[in-house]
């Protein structure tokens, strides 16, 4: 059997695999929503106490909508799918569901050590499955196509995930110190991956027909 094609067959692209996780995507984001409770009072000191679950839930809500624009402009610049591109894709989603758990546990408990360390442990796991993620998706593309090529060395994931390492450690001195590292990643993640703005084959920024000419 064709594993790109399932079964000798065109090659299966990814509009499938974008819908599906696209929505898998909104549904995390809307259990997020669902878990967020109105203050107990109408008074300024019942909306401080839900400031914590406030802001973790803006923390989760951006980490889920940087996953979903660099997701997207991942699979617009895919061409083939294969099964372990798929299997890859699910890994990823699987690590992205437990964030709204998470997300829950910290604004609980937003001072503690053990939900920090934790949802730094998910981050870090959700950007090693992205990471390979992208890596089977080149295996499936060959490592001479636009997707490879646009892709290189991937600085900024293998960044990230070292910076959430990092967090689950500081987390042992101080949760917010965790915070301020989650919250660091994602400024770094604010504006999508601009490798894959523009198909690799367009000509490049400085050339005749590129940009900025």
Known sequence: MNEAGGGGGAPLGPQRLEAFSDGVMAVIITIMALGLRVPSSPTWVAAEHRLP??????????FIAIYWNNHHHLLRATRVISGGVMWANMLLLFWLALIPVLTAWIARAPGETVPAAFYGMDAAAAG???AILVRVIIRANSRSSEIARAIGRDFKGTASVVAYLVAIGLALLSPYLAYATYA??????????????????????????????
């Open 184 to 213: 660091g990643v994602a400024i770094m993640w604010m504006v999508p991956d601009r490798r894959l703005y523009r198909p690799p084959s367009a000509p490049a920024p400085g050339t005749p027909g590129g940009p900025g000419t």
């Open 128 to 130: 090693t499955s992205y």
């Open 53 to 62: 679950e406030l802001l973790t839930f803006a923390l989760s809500f951006t």
